[in-house]
């Protein structure tokens, strides 16, 4: 199973991406991790990407997919992966079917956790991370509309989009995910 998850700042992307990784018994791939290794690891493209990460800078777009690519061709990847934080645009979906064509591996679905503005405010406010400003959460949820409306149609014309009800229990936002995911 790949999978791709989904959803504004606070919907609980994270959390669910954790616990599908492990009843699926797939590998969790967050870009965050990637990123942070990298630079860690001072390879190449990690010194490449130092900078832009610590300023606050998005990586490109063709920095972000050569990890990603890196990243897909390590062994703990083969019984399937699930990728947080990666693609946030439709032109960065497009370049990941690219890339997996070139590694014979297809997407099997995106899930969009489907959470109302308000509850991500709330939730993010109380993650109490420092950059989880009232103005920066907003900001970011507006981004997360400008950007995903024309990725969650790139993905529902490809009929590989899951849409959950994220704005419920945690156990029963994993059960609605599992059950959509079971063959039809």
Known sequence: MKLVILGGPGAGKGTQAEQLCQS???TGISTGDILRSAIAAQTELGKQVQTQVEQG???SDNSMIDLIRQR??????????????????????????????????QLD???LLQVPDSVLVSRSLTRAR???TLEA?????TLFHECTTPL???YAMRDRLLK?????AIAQVQQAIVQQLKPQ
């Open 72 to 105: 897909l061709l390590q062994p703990d990847v083969v019984q399937g992966w699930l990728l947080e934080g990666y693609p946030r645009t439709a032109f960065q979906a497009e370049e990941l079917d690219f890339l997996l064509d070139t590694l014979d591996q």
């Open 57 to 59: 800078e998005l990586v």
């Open 130 to 132: 420092t950059d989880d």
């Open 137 to 141: 959460i907003q900001r970011r949820i």
């Open 24 to 26: 699926l018994g797939i």
């Open 152 to 154: 969650l149609e790139y």
């Open 109 to 111: 679905f995106a899930i």
């Open 164 to 168: 959950v009800d994220g704005n419920q």
